[in-house]
Structure formats: structure tokens, C-alpha cells
């Protein structure tokens, strides 16, 4: 997926998984809370991510009373950051398979 130069730079200022102050990128991106909801639709998602924000009250940045949302890239679960996308896709492919046996009143499971 390729992204844009401003998505871009709010996956590299997360990249390293801390908090970030959204002042960070305030001058370089134009409307970054529609960026990163686009990011975690997307890209983040299909890498396991998503991307969580709270107030930062200058715990961040150390802007006292800063009014902006600090960022931070979260895994969806462990599970998802520890697999690789052909093992989430077979997993998938053989649950598939389960529900279609289940479904046309085939055995799902043979006893050997």
C-alpha cells in the first residue's frame, strides 16, 4: 500500500511504538486526525496496528496545558504482531473450510 508523504510521516514518527505529542507533526500535516483515521482503516490495520490517542496535557512534550492528543501505535493483539500474513490467511482458509463442512452436514472432524 503506498502512502501518502504526510501518512507517510506519521508512520515514521511511530514507528518506535512511545507516545507522541501531536505537535510533533502540527505544522507538516494538514488535518492529521482524518490522516491517522484513514492509517488505522488501512494501512495500520493490515500490519497490526492501530493507532490510540489521549490527551496530552504536556506529559509528552512538556508543554504545560498542551491542549493536542499524544499518539501512539498499539498491536491489535499479540497473536496478530507474531504471525505473518500467509499463517493468518491459512488459518482463515482452514476455518473456511471447517464452516463449509459444518454447513453441508459433512463430518469436520474425523476420528483416525
Known amino acids: 500500500m503506498k502512502l501518502s508523504p504526510q501518512k507517510e510521516i506519521i508512520v515514521g514518527i ?6 507522541h505529542c ?3 507533526w502540527l505544522n507538516r500535516i494538514k488535518d492529521d486526525r ?6 488505522n482503516k488501512g494501512y495500520m490495520l493490515e500490519k497490526g496496528y492501530v493507532i490510540k ?4 496535557k504536556g506529559r509528552f512534550c512538556g508543554r504545560t ?3 493536542l492528543d499524544a499518539r ?6 499479540p497473536l496478530a504482531t507474531q504471525q505473518s500474513k500467509d499463517e493468518r490467511e491459512a488459518m482463515l482458509a482452514y ?4 464452516v463449509r ?4 452436514g459433512e463430518p469436520v472432524f474425523s476420528v483416525v
Open 95 to 98: 476455518s473456511r473450510e471447517l
Open 101 to 104: 463442512r459444518f454447513d453441508a
Open 72 to 77: 501512539k501505535a498499539v498491536p491489535l493483539t
Open 34 to 39: 482524518i490522516r491517522i483515521s484513514e492509517l
Open 53 to 56: 490517542g489521549e490527551p496530552c
Open 22 to 24: 501531536g505537535s510533533e
Open 65 to 67: 496545558k498542551c491542549p
Open 14 to 19: 511511530l514507528r518506535d511504538r512511545n507516545w
